[in-house]
């Protein structure tokens, strides 16, 4: 939920006489200055933010005709 407000004598003030219950968790964005968007908000991160990860070496070559599910099935390189 987005509800937009300002801050009057240093209390945010909800614009449209919206109110939330007492002990409500917010987080305040100031959207007047540039700043890093909520990693938690959907659609703000990208691919390029996740830390690559190494798989480690092939064990060996691949053919077009290896049965990978099969061979780690049973257990075998």
Known sequence: M????HVQD???VFD???SLPEGTDVLVVDVGRDCPPDPRSRGSHSLLDIAPVSLGAALRPLKSDDDLLQEMLEGRP
Not at 2 to 5: A, C, E, N
């Open 16 to 18: 449209a006489g919206v």
């Open 10 to 12: 240093g209390v945010v």
């Open 2 to 5: 987005v509800i937009r407000g």
